[in-house]
């Protein structure tokens, strides 16, 4: 019981430090927060930071993975195995949008993630740690099932490889919908849902489609 309560306190104060630097990280940019300003907003000390990260580097790291991998959970969840496989891939991308509706911030930090990466000084270890993510999630892409079951069933009729597909989605998908996000964060509104239920309808007709533009 002692043990099961100690755990669960190392538990909540990694969650803690993780939702202060997530909430600092948007609000200051990646290269401006410093471990006492997580500290601060967690309400913790230097000591316990360091019971659960290294650096700031591995908080960063640590955030965008776990960001990922809720969103891609979240958009696995919503699909079906009793639907073919563009009534997956369907369902998978509008779940996707409402994701982004519900959180906006995941969207956000993502793409502040990505467009500092390059800039960001991380150990050879840490870059070698998420590169090695983003490897096996393109290995086990969260849209291959939905992809591969649609070219036997008949339903996606794209001849690019699947995994192809896949990684064209996802980049196109996040693309427009941290566009969207940034515009909402700008104007305090909800996505353009009109918007972006038309971008849906294209993006399965150029996936769905044997006709591949010259």
């Given at each position: 019981m002692n043990e099961n309560w100690h755990?669960?306190?190392?538990?909540?104060?990694?969650?803690?430090l993780i939702a202060a630097g997530k909430e600092l990280f948007l609000k200051y940019g990646l290269l401006q927060v410093k471990i006492k300003d997580v500290c601060t907003k967690a309400e913790l000390s230097r000591v316990t930071f360091y019971k659960h990260f290294q650096s700031m580097d591995?908080?960063?790291?640590?955030?965008?993975m776990q960001l990922i991998e809720?969103?891609?959970?979240e958009v696995s969840r919503a699909s079906t195995k009793d639907l073919n496989g563009r009534e997956q891939l369907t369902v998978m991308l509008n779940a996707w949008v409402v994701f982004a509706q519900d959180h906006p911030d995941y969207i956000r930090f993502i793409q502040l993630f990505d467009i500092n990466?390059?800039?960001?000084?991380?150990?050879?270890?840490?870059?070698?740690?998420?590169?090695?993510?983003?490897?096996?999630?393109?290995?086990?892409?969260?849209l291959m099932d939905a992809l591969c079951k649609g070219v036997v069933d008949g339903s996606i009729k794209n001849p690019s490889p699947p995994l192809d597909l896949a990684q064209f989605i996802f980049t196109t998908m996040?693309?427009?919908?941290?566009?969207?996000?940034?515009?909402?964060?700008?104007?305090?509104?909800?996505?353009d849902m009109r918007m972006t239920e038309q971008f849906v309808k294209m993006l399965l007709h150029f996936v769905c489609s044997e006709e591949i533009p010259e």
């Open positions: 755990q669960q306190l190392r538990n909540k104060h990694r969650d803690d591995e908080l960063l790291l640590t955030i965008q809720h969103l891609t959970d990466y390059e800039m960001y000084d991380f150990s050879p270890e840490l870059r070698e740690e998420y590169d090695q993510f983003n490897q096996n999630g393109k290995e086990n892409h969260f996040m693309g427009m919908l941290q566009r969207m996000v940034t515009i909402r964060g700008a104007h305090d509104n909800s996505l």
